[in-house]
């Protein structure tokens, strides 16, 4: 029996399949895979895995479904058995559509493919070990990094014995031709819009994982120094443009706010006039009843 149908057996006759199969809408299964494929707790160490699947049941929670980390875990699991086996119609909901089961498919393969790289980093010792470094390592892109996944990977199937893997002693050569590689990779990556702040960023964390090892402790330390100078000298000057900027800003809104005090001004101005026109237009004709009533009483 392989160590698939051992793990798909292992989540099938687990006691909480019962609970999963129930409570769980289509819209909730969906929601539940897109977690756990941002979350990954497939990639998690053993001591944190939990915590993963808390955050999950959190996010879940934070959504209106009630669950826990336990149901969400064994619920993901159950999928994953069923999709191992290849049971659409389990997978396949009864109020789903055909456009849902193809969505909750791909990220069942994408969850899937996690769990397959956390067993082939994770456990050297298990016998589908060597076919999964193997594909990881070639669905990669064809960059140095990758082919140093691939040559560990290589390594890794070709030299496990009782399960551990003992690594090839590598010479000082190799040493400075994969630094090599790794410092044109980063480069390309600098070319490509890593300039400014972030790019001295990237040089510096490269100084740091991949040290010259032809140059002394003390030339390695000096050009980490000269970078940060140049980081911390461009930091500064950015944020006086960014404090000039902000500032040309502000005397904007000022000037806005005096041209609305200005307006306000002259239509109160306007609104006063209106005012008194109005007050002198009722005293003349209040003066003029005043005067026919006395006309029509002297007639009288």
Known sequence: MSDQETYCNSVTASPRKRECKKFYTSVEDLMLLQTAVIISPFTRNYGTIMKSWAKVSRIMQ?????????????????????????NIEKI?????????????LRLLRQLELSRQKCDSINLPGS???????VTFSASQSSTGRSDRYHRSSIMASNNNNNGRIRHKKRSRDEILEENNESNDHDESNDENGLDGVRGDDSQISKRWKHPNLSSSPTDDLRQLIHLLKNTTEKYYHY??????????????????????????????????????????????????RIKLIQFIEEKL
Do not use: F, W
């Not at 396949?92 to 909750?104: L, Q």
């Not at 016998?127 to 470094?133: I, K, L, P, R, Y």
């Open 62 to 86: 934070d959504q209106g479904m009630p669950s826990s980390a336990t149901r969400c875990r064994d619920r993901v699991k159950l999928l994953l058995s069923y999709l191992a086996h290849n």
């Open 92 to 104: 396949a909901a009864s109020d789903e559509t055909s456009e849902e089961t193809d969505e909750k």
């Open 127 to 133: 016998s589908n070990q060597s076919g999964s470094a």
């Open 239 to 288: 944020q006086s443009r960014l404090l000039d900027i902000e500032g040309k800003e502000l005397d904007v809104d000022i000037a806005n706010l005096e041209a609305e005090r200005r307006r306000l001004e002259l239509a109160t101005k306007e609104r006063r006039t209106r005012q008194l026109d109005r007050i002198k237009r009722l005293d003349m004709d209040r003066e003029e």
